[in-house]
């Protein structure tokens, strides 16, 4: 039996881990992470917003490619961090087993 492949979430981390190091002139995740979790959180913020500028214009070819760059600039954001895909796999794991209405009322108590 094989192994499974590796879940894309986990190689895009895997390639930002390895660029941690690089030239920020040479790097734009190098140069993301050498500004600190500020900047990458900006991004975030300013990737977010462009999905939802798309989804509202109706593009689903910029929904798409939106959504691709805020995938990336999360996965900056979790490095920034210190935060792991698996961290974030594993609370999604947590919430599967509840309902939405339980899970968000789990966050007031």
């Known amino acids: 039996m094989s192994e499974p492949p590796e879940h894309a979430m986990d190689k895009l981390f895997a390639t930002i881990e390895s660029r941690r190091r690089a030239d920020p002139k040479a790097s734009w995740t190098a140069k993301l992470l050498s500004k600190g979790v500020h900047k990458c959180a900006q991004k975030v913020g300013e990737e977010a917003t462009e999905v939802i500028v798309e989804a509202v214009r109706g593009s689903k070819e ?7 760059d805020l995938l990336y600039h999360i996965s900056v954001l979790w490095a920034s ?6 961290e974030v796999y594993a609370e999604l794991a947590r919430r599967e087993a509840m309902s939405g209405i339980d899970e968000k009322a789990s966050r007031r108590a």
């Not at 910029?62 to 691709?68: D, H, I, L, R, Y």
């Not at 961090?81 to 698996?86: A, E, H, L, R, Y």
């Open 81 to 86: 961090t210190g935060v792991t895909p698996s």
């Open 62 to 68: 910029g929904v798409v490619k939106e959504s691709a």
